[in-house]
T-cell receptor, first 115, second 117 residues
């Protein structure tokens, strides 16, 4: 069975602080994909990153960075120098790559950046 | 703007009503999805359509009936709903067709906030 755990349901930080959102996953598949999506107050989920299970390189995109560690089944997301516009709910998702495509989302982490 | 438009944005209905949610994507994608987002629960994938054909139905009750007349439009017909069906219903689309549907990057609409009284 697949599972995605986002243990932090809500986080508050002061603007310009760094913040890390945790994502731990479980799967029996050797090939899978991990995603992060951002859901601002307007409602639509916005894609941030996709990583396949064979690519453990960390990635940086501006103030965003992702740390993928298969040894701990984690795919954590860090925002550096947070801004008010980063306030949103962030979802981690796991997709298997087998014949039956299953997508599993985490419960989401609500991030509030205080000015 | 993500290129996926959902209407209405808000809907209140009684348990005996029949209503429909509409989703339209302007991205030329081949796959469309319905998700249910309830408070304090993970997003639940309900239905997947690929080139207008339903490829997944994740044990969704029959009071939810999807319809995909073409690759750009997706409907969710609702009838005799229960209060626990109150949630945000999200539509999404993605470019690539089957079989590798779910690993695609999905583009989401802003959702329909449904309240069942």
């Amino acid at each position: 069975a697949q599972k995605v755990t986002q243990a932090q349901t809500e986080i508050s930080v002061v603007e310009k602080e760094d913040v890390t959102l945790d994502c731990v996953y479980e799967t029996r598949d050797t090939t899978y994909y991990l995603f992060w999506y951002k859901q601002p107050p307007s409602g639509e989920l916005v894609f941030l990153i996709r990583r396949n299970s064979f690519d453990e390189q960390n990635e940086i995109s501006g103030r965003y960075s992702w740390n993928f560690q298969k040894s701990t089944s984690s795919f954590n997301f860090t925002i550096t120098a947070s801004q008010v516009v980063d306030s949103a709910v962030y979802f981690c998702a796991l997709v298997n790559s087998g014949g039956y495509q299953k997508v599993t989302f985490g419960i989401g982490t609500k991030l509030q950046v205080i000015p | 703007e993500t290129g996926v438009t959902q209407t209405p944005r808000h809907l209140v209905m009684g348990m005996t009503n029949k209503k429909s949610l509409k989703c339209e994507q302007h991205l030329g994608h081949n796959a469309m999805y319905w998700y249910k987002q309830s408070a304090k629960k993970p997003l639940e994938l309900m239905f997947v359509y690929n080139f207008k054909e339903q490829t997944e139905n994740n044990s969704v009750p029959s009071r939810f009936s999807p319809e995909c007349p073409n690759s750009s439009h997706l409907f969710l017909h609702l009838h005799t709903l229960q209060p626990e069906d109150s949630a945000l219903y999200l539509c999404a689309s993605s470019q690539e067709p089957a079989p590798a549907v779910a690993k695609n990057i999905q583009y989401f609409g802003a959702g329909t906030r449904l309240s069942v009284l």
